[in-house]
T-cell receptor
Framework: EDQVTQSPEALRLQEGESSSLNCSYT??????LFWYRQDPGKGPEFLFT???AGEEKEKERLKATLTKKESFLHITAPKPEDSATYLC????????????????FGQGTRLTINP | DAGVIQSPRHEVTEMGQEVTLRCKPI?????LFWYRQTMMRGLELLIY????????DSGMPEDRFSAKMPNASFSTLKIQPSEPRDSAVYFC?????????????FGPGTRLTVL
């Protein structure tokens, strides 16, 4: 069974204090690993997709990396507006004839950036 | 360009009543997903459709839950009869699915409270 574990559950940082969020996964053949951001009262917002070990993607102060067992979301010099819950999800490489494949989500990391 | 549209945004009902949640996916997307989010269980996939056809409904908790997609621009999730444990935020997401594209885009959600 595909599984995603995120750590820590919650993280509180000072503005400008860089850190990393972890996403460990087990999946029967990874097709893609996805990072989403969710603000309170809103739906998850897509950030990145990573497809193969060694791949990296960046967006503003965020950088996502991928290995064969885990992914990291690095946050450099965060600002209060980066406060949100960050969700990681995996998609298995199943029968592509079926089309879209489901995502399995982790529980998320709740990030708070204090000014 | 409009994103995924869900209605209603909030629903309060009494135990035993029928509840219908509605979703309009992003125009041109061919896959639609229904999720439920609670503090205890996180984000769970209930059912998903490809080209209006249900592909995997293994996440639907009970026979009280049913989903339909009569055309490419509309889907419903129905709960009959509703119970207090169904209280959660229900999200609809859509994607343009194929070999290259897999990102799912979420709607704002429907917060359901069953008294």
């Amino acid at each position: 069974e595909d599984q995603v574990t995120q750590s820590p559950e919650a993280l509180r940082l000072q503005e400008g204090e860089s850190s990393s969020l972890n996403c460990s996964y087990t999946v029967s053949g990874l097709r893609g690993l996805f990072w989403y951001r969710q603000d309170p009262g809103k739906g998850p917002e897509f950030l990145f997709t990573l497809y193969s070990a060694g791949e990296e993607k960046e967006k503003e102060r965020l950088k996502a990396t991928l290995t064969k067992k885990e992914s990291f979301l690095h946050i450099t010099a965060p600002k209060p507006e980066d406060s949100a819950t960050y969700l990681c999800a995996v998609q298995a490489r199943e029968n592509l004839i079926q089309g879209a494949q489901k995502l399995v989500f982790g529980q998320g990391t709740r990030l708070t950036i204090n000014p | 360009d409009a994103g995924v549209i869900q209605s209603p945004r909030h629903e309060v009902t009494e135990m035993g009543q029928e509840v219908t949640l509605r979703c309009k996916p992003i125009s041109g997307h061919n896959s639609l997903f229904w999720y439920r989010q609670t503090m205890m269980r996180g984000l769970e996939l209930l059912i998903y459709f490809n080209n209006n056809v249900p592909i995997d409904d293994s996440g639907m908790p009970e026979d009280r839950f049913s989903a339909k997609m009569p055309n490419a621009s509309f889907s419903t999730l129905k709960i009959q009869p509703s119970e207090p444990r169904d209280s959660a935020v229900y999200f609809c997401a859509s994607s343009l699915s194929g070999l290259l594209y897999n990102e799912q885009f979420f709607g704002p959600g429907t917060r359901l409270t069953v008294l």
